[in-house]
């Protein structure tokens, strides 16, 4: 069941490795896919080493739906999300460093580079630390989206968003570009000049007839 929507999963899965977006078998990627149902990578598994059967179909209560393996241990966070932001149908999570970083900077990455304000949309909210595997890294995520697509978690990593798995992952890999770029700037000492509104509603408008 649901084969192309785990293979999308998969996907992605080594996409955010492939940007060092994670290390080993760390982060998670999620998809809403019915009512009360949703697709997770299973708890602690390389994600190398995956295959279409190890993704686990879970339902609003955690509970596994199909699927042999253990979900996600974010998996309550991520429902939490799912159920609280309608508009969004797939979730990455991940601890990529370079936003981290930028995390303990700032309390908004603002819309400062092209990479930014295409894929995330709006400023990047800094939400306040929660453990892992707990609920509170939902909320604070829900809390702190805004208009965004994207969640830099203090002291963890970030969670992004989107309306499907592409837009997800657009947002968390270009994320991370951007927050390379502020990190090495605040490095050098040099102050980022703010970009005119208009300029950043133009740069908005280009990327909504990006690609084919």
């Known amino acids: ?64 739906v199909e699927g042999t393996r253990k979900p996600s ?13 309608p508009h969004i149908n797939a979730i990455i999570h991940t601890h990529q460093p370079w936003a981290t ?14 990479t930014i304000i295409d894929a995330c949309r709006n400023p990047v909210k800094v939400a306040p630390f929660t453990p892992s595997s707990a ?13 965004s697509l994207a969640v830099i978690l203090k002291h963890h990593g970030v969670v992004a968003f989107g309306a499907d798995m592409e837009e997800a992952l657009y947002s968390a890999v270009y994320l991370e570009e951007s927050a390379k770029t502020f990190v090495l700037t605040k490095a050098m000492g040099v102050e980022i000049p703010p970009l005119d ?16």
């Open 1 to 64: 069941m649901f084969e192309e929507q785990k293979k999308q999963i998969l996907d992605a899965a080594l996409e955010i490795k492939a940007n060092r977006l994670i290390s080993l078998s760390g982060g998670n990627v999620s998809m809403r896919v019915g009512e009360n149902r949703y697709l997770v990578t299973p708890s602690g598994m390389r994600y190398e080493t995956m295959t279409p059967a190890d993704i686990c179909l879970i339902d609003e209560n955690c509970n596994v």
């Open 135 to 147: 609920i509170g890294m939902g909320i604070l995520a829900t809390e702190y989206a805004g208009d």
């Open 73 to 85: 241990s974010d998996s309550s966070a991520l429902i939490y999300m799912f159920r609280h932001m």
């Open 101 to 114: 970083a930028a995390g303990f900077a700032v309390d908004e990455l603002p819309e400062f580079q092209v």
């Open 197 to 212: 509104p208009e300029l950043v509603r133009l740069e908005k408008q280009g990327w909504e007839t990006y690609g084919q």
